[in-house]
């Protein structure tokens, strides 16, 4: 299948193919869908004919991308003289295009001929197909199918040019590179090469992969635009939860209605950037997916790190050797460089001398030139000399041999060397060590204190730990000191510890630290604070699941809830969509465990959790049952929200009398809705419903109530904003509607919300063509799109209407503008990023863009 580039005005073209009768509600599902990812449906009622001829059909499918078929029980009418129905002929002639099958069941009066040609088309492994029931999961199922197919079949944004690099993210380490020139400029030429798309870096651990991958990651650093990107796959234990890692270090939003690897493809596709994967050992199942982005995205080069091969197409592996040890002069080589520099860093006047030097040669040699074994070696050099080193490590290494026997001799080696500088330790530092293997990623000195028991003095232990190179001190955005362990040792500590049978008591105690601190930030995540506690949980994010995964094994769902519940605005903000599902079906299935107040907040996280993913007939599921267990539990606030978030889904679908039932419920809950964000999204649906209903009259006190309780709320003000820009429009008030997507601008950049941002620049832009302003549409058009993917942008659509486009098309911006005017727009847009797009979007000549209306 051909790769289709996409100029701005060239939107791809899905062929919607089935009967126009007994299937009319069922086409305008398909043709929602169609225009929700902003593609082109073909749809022959809109040419004004009941059935086109032949040669209109055939001319229609000419000029498509897609096709998408849909079969209940007609095989459709077969023209005087011919074999074939017109529904049969148009699936035929679409084989060059893909092909999307959406079969209607029960069909119990299908006729024959349609049910031999459906089983062939099932048959035929180069087509999807799918059965639905409803019109309602039709337009579910071709959305999703679409935005898949897109990322994998098609490059949907204008071709990049050649944007401004974007910030290198690589981590720095804390000591330079030795004696990897010639491995460097191997690596380096491999990723400059145009026809090398995937490096793998082998070799055992402690060899020293991630050094070199991130020294050359910084070599090549001006030869890729977009820059480089890290990623460390050493916490993710699970090949199923790459996608989701990937998408949180790269920070792509994600959600549960596509896999992350759409939302990662969409947002690589036009980017042309080096990606290091780091890690990747354990995970070798996930492989395929690596292959799967590069194949969306060919501008992307990626180098992965790992203890074997991804065996994928396009993959070139290089395999690390360890540093030399011998040569002419062995006093000199890269092995013995590494170990005088890393000795000289905790013994400042120590020197290479006649007495030592040969003491140092056998150390490297013995250690087989290993970098973090060398390194080890080197931090005892403050207790031991070289020779006293070389007497513990042959004691030592007559042990390798009753090793296991598939386990590389290297890595028995790096394993035992470990041990060696775990036995110099004193015995509470030994202990410490052993704790500190709870954690599941960086910590802070707060949670290194509630795991460490009774040891005298963490902070001294801490920093013995520190000197011996076994826990790393990581530098963090809000410069809060921090402390890790490269994973190979993380994994010995962890072994000691359940040794030591202090396990449970260990890990009880870091879930409960890990409890406390979700309480302490829960207050503060509704405020200006908001954007910094949301990076600080994104840093504690491994820990703050294995405590729920403590919990959840535990026989506590009540704990896993109570952080899910005190951190429910990072999973929603930062794009843990999916990840934040799968647990709260994990609590779901232990509800015998919970009490009903416990089980009404479940599933009221729950229905919240499936709403900002689109899956909004679970939602409506899981919300219904929860509203007798709130009002029980004396959560009136929350009642209500869940009552008039159920009557917004239900007139979604048309079930007016529903909708209407639990409105009145609604008002019965009014007065004790209270306040703050759940007043606010309150009335925020109120108004939605009454927009939707095209009440205008009802809808702006509701409004005004939801931008007054919202004020300390970022999501809730997002929302507010968004809508009262939406009733302005309706109203014809467009600069009221100008001065509320402004307002709503800043909130969602303040908070880091990449969809929200691209949502309320469309707005935007929107406008401007209607004032006139073209270019700055287009501009602001573009870096909507640079900012979207599938999912980034889901949460609001289940808290807001679409926008009422009131202006111009892109094809008639194009035709107003001229070509060349408006890729020039379009490509500057592309490089506005979000500072530059919010300086934009708030530019002079928007009038009062620092009013609202006031509540």
């Known amino acids: 299948m051909r790769s289709r580039i996409l100029t701005p005005d060239q939107r791809l073209r899905v062929f919607v193919s089935s009967s126009l009768t007994e299937l009319a509600e069922e086409r305008q599902a398909v043709d929602s869908a169609v225009r929700r990812l902003r593609l082109v449906p073909v749809m022959f009622e809109q040419g004004a004919r009941p059935y086109p001829p032949r040669e209109l059909y055939r001319a229609y499918l000419g000029q498509s991308d897609i096709f998408v078929g849909v079969y209940g029980e007609s095989y459709g009418w077969i023209a005087p003289g011919d074999d074939l129905s017109g529904l049969a002929d148009e699936l035929d002639l679409a084989r060059a295009l893909p092909r999307l099958i959406y079969v209607k069941e029960p069909a119990p009066d299908r006729e024959p001929r349609l049910a031999t040609m459906l089983e062939q088309v099932r048959r035929d492994g180069g087509i999807v197909y799918r059965r639905f029931d409803t019109a309602h999961r039709l337009r ?17 944004t204008p071709p990049a040019t050649w944007p401004e690099p974007a910030a290198c993210v690589l981590p720095s380490p804390p000591t330079p590179l030795i004696g990897r020139s010639d491995d460097l400029a191997a690596v380096e030429a491999l990723l400059t090469d145009a026809h090398v798309p995937l490096v793998t870096l082998i070799g055992p651990g402690g060899i020293g ?10 070599r090549v650093l001006d030869r890729f635009p977009d820059g480089v990107r890290y990623v460390d796959l050493s916490a993710t234990a699970d090949p199923a939860l790459v996608g989701e890692t990937l998408a949180r270090s ?23 950037l080096l990606l290091v994967v780091d890690n990747f050992e354990q995970l070798t199942d996930a492989a395929p997916l690596v292959a799967d982005l590069l194949r969306a995205a060919p501008g992307v080069t990626v180098l992965v790190t790992s203890r074997a091969p991804l065996r994928v197409a396009g993959e070139w592996v290089y395999a690390v050797p360890p540093l030399p040890t011998t040569g002419d002069d062995p006093t000199t080589s890269s092995a013995v460089r590494l170990f005088v520099d890393r000795t000289r860093a905790v013994s400042a006047d120590f020197a290479l001398t006649p007495d030592n030097a040969a003491a140092v040669v056998e150390v490297v040699r013995r250690l087989d030139g290993l970098p973090l074994a060398i390194e080890l070696a080197a931090a005892k050099t403050r207790l031991l000399s070289p020779a006293a080193i070389v007497d513990r490590l042959g004691d030592r290494f007559d042990l390798l041999t009753g090793g296991a026997r598939d386990a590389p001799e290297r890595h028995r080696t790096l394993r035992d060397t470990i041990a060696w500088s775990y036995d110099l330790l004193g015995k509470g530092e030994r202990t410490l060590f052993d704790r500190l293997g709870v954690f599941a990623g960086p910590c802070d000195l707060s949670a290194l204190e509630e795991v460490a028991g009774p040891h005298p003095d963490v902070f001294a232990g801490v920093e013995a730990l520190v000197e011996s190179s076994l826990l790393v001190q990581r530098a963090t955005p809000d410069d809060e000191p921090r402390f890790t362990m490269l994973d190979s040792i993380r994994a010995f500590a962890r072994e000691k510890l359940r040794d030591s049978g202090d396990w449970a008591a260990v890990s009880t105690a870091h879930a409960g630290h890990y409890l406390r601190f979700a309480g302490d930030v829960q207050p503060r995540l509704n405020t200006s604070a908001a954007p910094l506690l949301l990076r600080r949980l994104e840093f504690e994010h491994d820990n703050v699941v294995a405590a729920m995964d403590w919990y959840l094994t535990h026989d506590d769902p009540g704990a896993a809830l109570e952080i899910m519940w005190a951190t429910w605005v990072f999973w929603w903000r930062r ?38 993913s689109g899956q909004f007939e679970r939602a409506e599921g899981v919300l219904e049952p929860a509203l007798p267990r709130l009002r029980a539990g ?3 606030p929350l009642a209500a929200l869940a009552a008039v978030t159920v009557a917004q889904l239900a007139l979604a679908r048309g079930d007016q009398e529903r909708a209407d039932r639990y409105l009145r419920e609604c008002r019965e809950l009014e007065p004790d809705v209270g306040a703050g964000w759940e007043a606010s999204l309150f009335h925020s649906r109120l108004a939605l419903i009454a927009l939707r209903r095209g009440r205008l009259d009802e809808v702006e006190d509701d409004l005004r109530a939801a931008l007054g309780e919202a004020v300390m709320d970022q999501l809730s003000m997002v929302v507010a904003e968004y809508l009262y820009a939406i009733y302005a429009v309706a109203r014809g008030r467009i600069e009221e509607a100008r001065q509320h997507l402004v307002a709503g601008l800043s909130v969602a950049a303040a908070a880091g919300d990449e969809g929200g941002l691209g949502t309320f620049l469309t707005a935007v832009a929107d406008l401007d063509t209607r004032t006139g302003d073209l270019e700055r549409a287009v501009r602001l058009g573009a870096a909507a799109q640079a900012l979207r993917t599938p999912s980034n942008e889901m949460w609001m659509r289940g808290f807001v209407s679409p926008w009422p486009v009131t202006g111009l098309d892109a094809a008639a911006v194009r035709a107003r503008l001229g070509a060349a005017a408006y890729d020039s727009a379009w490509q500057a847009g592309e490089r506005l990023g979000t500072p530059g797009a919010v300086a934009e979007a708030s530019a002079a000549g928007y009038g009062r863009t620092t009013t609202r209306s006031q509540p």
């Open 140 to 156: 579910t199922q071709v959305e999703e199918d679409l935005a898949v197919l897109l990322s994998e079949r098609f490059t949907v």
């Open 209 to 218: 992969k991630t050094r070199l991958a991130l020294a050359a990651a910084d």
């Open 250 to 272: 790269l920070g792509v939003r994600t959600s549960g209605s596509v896999p992350p690897v759409t939302d990662i493809a969409s947002w690589l596709r036009s980017k042309r």
């Open 575 to 612: 794009g843990h969509v999916e990840e934040g599902n799968r647990y709260m079906s994990q609590v779901l299935d232990r509800v015998d465990l919970l009490d009903e107040p416990q089980v009404g907040m479940a599933l009221m996280l729950a229905g919240g959790v499936a709403l900002v």
């Open 634 to 636: 004396g959560e009136g």
